[in-house]
């Protein structure tokens, strides 16, 4: 009598450690980038040059630290600080607009404009990230706030992807829940704030990390919009490093190391809660 056959969701031993063998090679392959920039920023610029390919340096050179503490004439604690700030600030700013627009769009869609709005938000998504900053240069000049932190903080808040997600998640609330309620005599606000707000924790966190990791890594609006190198962060700094003899190597993968650390370091503890989040809002009721 011959064997049952193995169920069909089974994998042979030799089919698992071929698999593990593609992602282990992929991951290094993504993985190397990172690492090279490490490297170099402990080699100086014509160790790079002579040996660009090296994966350890040859002596862990950091007086690079000395020569990138001031940019352009400009502390690089204070660009430290700017990104810190403006990136948190924005951050805020824009996930409590987006929830607040996303909720009112979902309780009262026939309200006037409203319509007219949710698409303006799809627009902006498909229309080119950098042909948007001509006409806010030009608000912000009306405005104005050139020049200003506040005026980088809010054009950094603006958020058509975070908004279509909270609107995603709002959708996929049961109408019921809302309907008992308003029943029970909360108002909207007490709807927004004591029933949907904490079921919609999950995409909130989501929503902020995302936020976060994309206004960090921003560097052109606030180019723009920034008429001195106060209110420069750290993407901006990297600009900086080309000077009239030259780039410094090692300097912009000192200061690369500096930028990206944070961020891949907040990324890596929050990942698991970050593709929760987009699972959560990306289910349509």
């Excluded at 290094?28 to 660009?52: D, G, I, N, Q």
């Excluded at 300097?251 to 190391?257: E, K, Q």
Aim: include cysteine.
């Amino acid at each position: 009598m011959k064997d049952a056959a193995a169920p069909s969701g089974t994998h042979s031993p030799l089919a698992q450690v071929a698999a593990y063998a593609v992602a282990s090679t992929v991951s290094l392959l993504f993985l190397y980038p990172y690492w090279w920039m490490l490297v170099s920023a402990f080699r100086s610029t014509r160790e790079m040059l002579s040996a660009p390919l090296r994966l350890l340096p040859e002596r862990f050179d950091l007086s690079i630290l000395s020569e990138i503490a001031s940019i352009g004439g400009v502390g690089l604690w204070r660009y430290g600080l700017n990104s810190v700030a403006i990136t948190c600030a924005s951050t805020l700013l824009g996930v409590t607009v987006t929830a607040l627009g996303a909720y009112a769009l979902v309780r009262r869609p026939r309200l006037p404009g409203f319509s007219l709005l949710r698409y303006g938000f799809l627009i902006t998504i498909m229309y080119p990230y950098m042909l948007l900053v001509i006409p806010v240069y030009l608000v912000m000049f009306k405005l104005g706030l050139l020049g200003s932190y506040a005026g980088i903080i809010l054009f950094l808040a603006l958020g058509p992807i975070q908004f279509f997600l909270f609107e995603q998640f709002f959708r996929a609330i049961p109408p019921e829940v809302i309907e008992a309620a308003v029943i029970d005599g909360a108002s909207e606000s007490q709807v927004l704030f004591k029933v949907v707000m904490p079921m919609a924790a999950p995409v909130v966190a989501t929503v902020a990390i995302i936020t976060f990791l994309l206004n960090w890594a921003q560097w052109f609006p606030i180019l723009v919009i920034s008429r001195t190198p106060d209110t420069y962060t750290l993407p901006v700094a990297l600009l900086s490093m080309n000077g009239e003899l030259g780039a410094n190597f090692q300097g912009i993968m000192a200061l690369s190391v500096i930028t990206t650390l944070p961020v891949a370091v907040l990324f890596l503890i929050a990942q698991k809660r970050v593709m929760e989040g987009m699972a959560a809002g990306a289910v349509k009721g």
